[in-house]
């Protein structure tokens, strides 16, 4: 069976654009990618790369350059000031062969990068106002149109602009708390291989994950993040440098040797987050993957994980489809199913967690930590922070060899560690 070489527009340079780029221009296709930046570059905190989409870069040979950059985290913990853990998972409780890899989104973005030069057509300052679908045409803010292309995906992100031409959305909505967040050293800092978090109520929330080092930055380094309602941002980012540090450091005072890195906070960057469930992904030759397709809550740390598995399944189903209706169908068919679950759960736990609801944040410190000593409790929770869950009781199998992949790749970190 034969498969069509396919003229292909992506609009956006993120994660999901780059990915599928380089996953379709290898599979023979033309490819032309059109950014709103002129500079294209990465955008956004730190991340965790869980064994889902580090199973994406293990079948597209790019696990070694992500290992080499990264840092393993083993275990995720959050706990409250007085020292009530909240949360306490390690990936060796669901298999002693898996761990999560925080990156930096600048390494990931030059991974991806480098790896996609010169395989296509990048057009930066190009921001894409308008499609159509049928046709297979896109419009640019100067008024050229371009096309017609046999697919244009649109990979522009959370806020995409052209998600309204796959139809009316199921919800399509900002959240009302983001996080300010910045780099900083890892030095002196003594859990460089678990994510840690510290929670009062559901109001106040820090994160300092381990995000490794980039391409032309050798020092390792924290992503740290701040938790706040998106009206608060100005507020905070124009007071006092003093107070603000002041406040950081009483809510975590275990980790103001790092925390005494902190720029002030006019300088910390912004995160704003979306809901978004669409109706259908896919349109003519319009279909939508990453945040265009699925935007939810940071909760889970999903994000990067589900763009490198979208560019994947759509690879896939170009593949295995000689037909573009069915393809996408196919496409959208085999995300929906494992996305899903994540929708639902990110929604439930939001609240948990970046709300003014003093109420829930005390049951969830009285109740997580138990659910999740439970059996079941346990295994659905690891599952889902892994990526791995797939509906209410299934499953995604791991990538074959990435076990392997992955005890490999962290064996000269533990030796470096050890010497």
Partial sequence: MSRPILHIAIVGWGSAGQAAALMLSDDGHRVEVFE??????????GFLLQPTGLGVLHEIG???????????????????????????????????????????????????????????????????????????????????????????????????????????????????????????????????????QRYRAARKMIGLLPVGTRPGDPVPRLSFFWSLPVG?????????????AAEVESLWPEAAAVLKALPEPGRLARASYRDA????????????????????????????NMALLDAWALRQALRAETQ????????????????????????????????????????????????GRLPFGRGHMLRVLTGTQHGVLGRLPLTPGLREALAAGRAPQDEARSA
């Fill in 36 to 45: 709103r930046a002129a500079a294209p570059g990465p955008v956004g905190a």
């Fill in 62 to 196: 790019l696990l070694s350059q992500a290992l080499a950059h990264g840092a393993p985290v083993l275990r995720l913990h959050g706990d409250t000031p007085s020292g009530r853990t909240v949360m306490d998972m390690a990936y060796a409780d669901l298999d002693p062969g898996l761990y999560g890899l925080g990156m930096q989104r600048g390494a990931l973005f030059e991974i991806l990068r480098a790896a996609w030069q010169g395989r296509g057509s990048l057009h930066t300052g190009q921001a894409v106002t308008a499609v159509e679908a049928e046709q297979g045409r896109l419009r640019t803010a100067d008024g050229a149109w371009h096309g017609p292309y046999d697919l244009i995906i649109t990979a522009d992100g959370a806020a995409s602009a052209l998600r309204t031409a796959l139809g009316a959305a199921t919800v399509d909505r900002p959240y009302p708390w983001g996080a300010l967040w910045c780099l900083l050293p890892l030095a002196g800092w003594q859990h460089g291989g678990e994510l840690r």
């Fill in 232 to 244: 608060e941002f100005e507020a905070t980012q124009s007071g006092a440098a003093g107070s603000f």
């Fill in 277 to 304: 469930v669409l109706g259908c992904w896919h349109r003519g030759r319009l279909v939508a993957i990453g945040d265009a397709a699925h935007a939810m809550s940071p909760q889970l740390g999903q994000g990067v």
């Fill in 324 to 371: 573009l209706p069915s393809a996408l169908a196919r496409y959208e068919r085999e995300r929906r199913a494992h996305v899903g679950i994540y929708h639902f759960w990110s929604r439930w736990l939001t609240p948990l967690f970046q709300s003014a609801h003093d109420r829930l944040a005390a049951v969830r410190d009285l109740a997580f930590a138990p659910m």
